[in-house]
């Protein structure tokens, strides 16, 4: 995808995704080629146990809560340097909240699973 992207345009990045990486079968390799100033943003979320063939989606669970190696995930991220945006993109997991309420709860969920892998995790929700 990148090298496609930089065939139309010198200024490209990608965003890595959690879900998307691991259903597509958490390649080390695939995180560890792209070039570190071209990762522009990180999707978080997990995934409940289930082939990739029979998921969709809108099954993505709080970070933390399901089978994705985000400790492999991250220690990839280190190891490039990334050190820039972590978004939690959890459709239809929190759906039953206010968006207040949801935002409290991915970010708590994020909090808990940074100490399980032990990082330090960094934000707040306003």
């Known amino acids: 995808m990148l090298d496609f992207g930089l065939s139309v345009s010198p200024n490209i990045g990608l965003i890595l995704d959690t879900w998307h990486w691991h259903h597509g079968g958490s390649d080390p390799e695939s995180i560890r080629e792209i070039p570190a100033d071209r990762i522009l943003d990180v999707h978080l979320s997990d995934s409940p146990s289930a082939p990739a063939e029979d998921i969709r989606d809108s099954e993505r669970l709080a970070p933390g809560q399901g089978i994705i190696d985000l400790k492999l ?17 959890v459709f239809g997991g929190f759906a039953k909240e206010t968006p207040a309420d949801a935002a409290r709860l991915a970010f708590e969920a994020s909090q808990t699973m940074f100490t399980s892998i032990g990082r330090c995790a960094r934000g707040s929700v306003g």
């Open 73 to 89: 995930f991250f220690q990839l991220l280190d190891e490039k340097g990334y050190s820039d945006a972590v978004a939690v993109e």
